[in-house]
Nanobody, 125 residues
Framework: VQLVESGGGSVEAGGSLRLSCTFS????????LGWFRQAPGKAREGVII???????SYADDVKGRFSISRDNVQGTVSLQMTSLKPEDTAMYYC????????????????????WGQGTQVTVSS
């Protein structure tokens, strides 16, 4: 499995960014796929994850601002971020689970066996 992120960069508070992740080797549409992030000096945290049933898990502080879109045929998953805040500054990682998941995908780091290399997002005030 390979996950390759792109689209990071710098933006002012209130702006928008779109991250993309191209994946290969994920053979089942029910594998969880989405995004984690890690801010400087903080632990990695789940941001938004979509399962095969289409159920989406959101971190509380991104609800209403971030959205995810997944295309299993094209092999892409995107993260659209709007109304960005300085506290959204972090390295963003595309992640995928090894196993099929029925229902809501968890925000447990150990649940995800596959990680991209990360893409930096910096939001200035």
């Amino acid at each position: 499995v390979q996950l390759v992120e792109s689209g990071g960069g710098s933006v002012e508070a209130g702006g928008s960014l779109r991250l993309s992740c191209t994946f290969s080797g994920i053979t089942n549409s029910r594998q969880c796929l989405g995004w984690f992030r890690q801010a400087p000096g903080k632990a990695r945290e789940g941001v938004i994850i979509q399962g095969g049933d289409g159920i989406i898990s959101y971190a509380d502080d991104v609800k209403g601002r971030f959205s995810i879109s997944r295309d299993n045929v094209q092999g892409t998953v995107s993260l659209q971020m709007t109304s960005l805040k300085p506290e959204d500054t972090a390295m963003y990682y595309c992640v995928a689970s090894r196993w099929v998941e029925y229902g809501r995908c968890p925000f447990k780091e150990e649940h995800y066996d596959y990680w991209g290399q990360g893409t930096q997002v910096t939001v200035s005030s």
